[in-house]
């Protein structure tokens, strides 16, 4: 019998080929000077298959979460990577391949798989002693931090009564509690959302539940002290789509990009909405704050869809070269009687995965962190077409001066979502160092890249040598050694 991934650009590649590998590598080989000051864990986690698709093929999205963590003492780095222990990746250990059809839909898979279909995959964060691996189709596993053993569903004790659990929870640096939503609450494609506010000691200090119009991907959320933003991208469930084989998610060009405001003390008749722009695509949140009674949320926003994956009903996908996404503000006025919102360019080139220095969420703020995309910069043609989530800078945007300051690392060298560390507890917003894995297209190689958040021109002040390579993945987080 053979094992092999398909060749489709979702599995093969510098960027795509499964790696699979879980490790331990004690004192990772660092070119430059690390700086000792650099105390705790970088987590971050890839969808990495551990057999190939029952179907055939299959989209990056529905890969196993593979833990890496990063821990930094003294100068040194070492790399840890394990797979979060799903019951669905259990199920497919003992059967010995893959029993997990299409992404999000149950009914295209094998007799055998798990009950629990999460593959746990996209972000990973550490909060209280524990480290969640979440993905937005299911509650959170959690880890151990150090040893990174799967412990397994993490429902705060029977609190969290959602089947699903956002992957991009925001933990409030005011009061330390963790800001959380789940959409398809109460299972596929039923527009039931809640809101968590968790504390620090694992208590649910509040919860809101309400409906939306229709089930949609609501991927994040923005948070100020007294208000959560969910953004509701314009790709739509429906279940008789796939009980017939089909995606979970459709995009849907006449819909708007739609928001609910709630305010995190309030009940079901406080959420208000608000409709941007149709076919458009808001991305990730990079921050939000409130300003005279105004909610600003910053992201970038992308007219048209930008998960190829999920085409609207006649099958049309936009071609990656018409896509742009680049920073937006929008505003919510709260006593405004319209509900239309306009989203403002904040800059003026293609960039995603935008980090603001976490102790700044939901504050006024200046410094942002993110992947950037400069077409004019070289790109090897050797190294073939450019691979979905391409970016070739890393940029530190300052959202005063309006100022970029950006690494271009080569013409075959793509970045993965930085995480931004304070060079101390009480320094400057902004001030530290940025770091973010880099792939080298050419040779199949990668590092994990230090640069100072003042210069970062200037490339990295440590290149860390990692052994094996590091498949693309979505989001990590930084946890200061205490
Ligand atoms: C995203 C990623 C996901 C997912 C839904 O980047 C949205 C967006 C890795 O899985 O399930
Ligand atoms: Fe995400």
């Known amino acids: 019998m053979s094992i092999l991934f398909p060749e489709t650009p979702e599995f093969s590649g510098a960027l795509y080929r499964p790696s699979r590998v879980e490790a331990d590598v004690m004192d990772l080989e660092i070119e430059g000077s690390l700086p000792a000051a650099i105390r705790g864990a970088f987590y971050q986690v890839s969808p990495d298959p551990q057999y190939p698709p029952l179907l055939g093929q299959d989209i990056f ?3 196993d979460g593979m833990i890496s963590a990063f821990f930094f003492a003294d100068g040194k780095a070492s790399l840890r990577r394990r797979y979060v222990q799903t019951a669905r990746l259990l199920a497919q250990r003992r059967e010995g391949r893959s029993l997990n059809g299409i992404y999000r839909n149950t009914y295209t898979n094998d007799p055998l798989a798990a009950a629990n279909n999460t593959t746990a995959n996209t972000a990973v964060l550490k909060y209280g002693d524990v480290l969640l691996a979440l993905k937005e189709d299911a509650l959170p596993y959690a880890m151990d931090p150090q040893t990174l053993e799967t412990l397994g569903v993490y429902d705060w004790n029977g609190q969290i009564k959602s089947a699903t659990f956002t992957a ?29 506010e968790i504390s620090p000691d694992g208590k649910l200090l509040h919860e809101i539940w309400f409906e939306a119009p229709y089930a949609a991907m609501v991927h994040d959320c923005a948070v100020t002290p007294n208000y959560i933003v969910l953004p509701f991208i314009p790709l739509t469930v429906d279940v008789e789509r796939m009980k017939r084989g089909g995606q979970h998610f459709q995009w849907q060009p006449d819909l708007p990009q739609l928001f609910a405001v709630l305010p995190r003390r309030g009940s079901t008749s406080d959420v208000r909405w608000f409709k941007g722009p149709a076919d458009g695509f808001q991305g990730h949140t990079l921050n939000a704050f409130e300003e005279n009674g105004l909610i600003h949320v910053d992201m970038p926003v992308t007219g048209g869809n930008v998960f190829y994956f999920f085409p609207q009903e006649d099958g049309f996908v936009p071609s990656p070269e018409t896509l742009s996404s680049s920073l937006h503000r929008w505003t919510f006025d709260l006593n405004a009687t319209s509900d239309r919102v306009e989203p403002r360019p904040l800059n003026h080139y293609p960039c995603e995965f935008p980090r603001v220095d976490d102790r700044y969420i939901g504050q006024p703020y200046e410094h942002g962190f993110m992947l950037a995309f400069d077409p004019t910069r070289p790109y090897r043609a050797e190294n073939g077409p450019m691979p979905f989530q391409f970016f070739n800078l890393l940029t530190h945007f300052n959202l005063k001066t309006g100022v970029s300051d950006s690494w271009f690392a080569g013409d075959s060298e793509c970045f993965q979502e930085p995480i931004f560390v304070p060079r101390s507890a009480d320094a400057p917003e902004g001030d530290g160092y940025v770091i973010a894995l880099l792939n080298h297209i050419a040779d199949y190689s990668s590092e994990l890249v230090v640069l100072d958040s003042r210069d970062m021109a200037a490339g990295p002040v440590a290149r860390i040598k990692i052994p094996l390579r590091m498949r693309m993945s979505l989001h990590g987080s930084w946890s200061p050694a205490e």
């Open 168 to 196: 991009h929870p925001k933990i409030d640096p005011l009061t330390g509690n963790l800001l959380a939503f789940s959409y398809e609450a109460k299972g596929d494609a039923t527009p039931d959302m809640a809101y968590f």
């Open 61 to 63: 999205f529905n890969g």
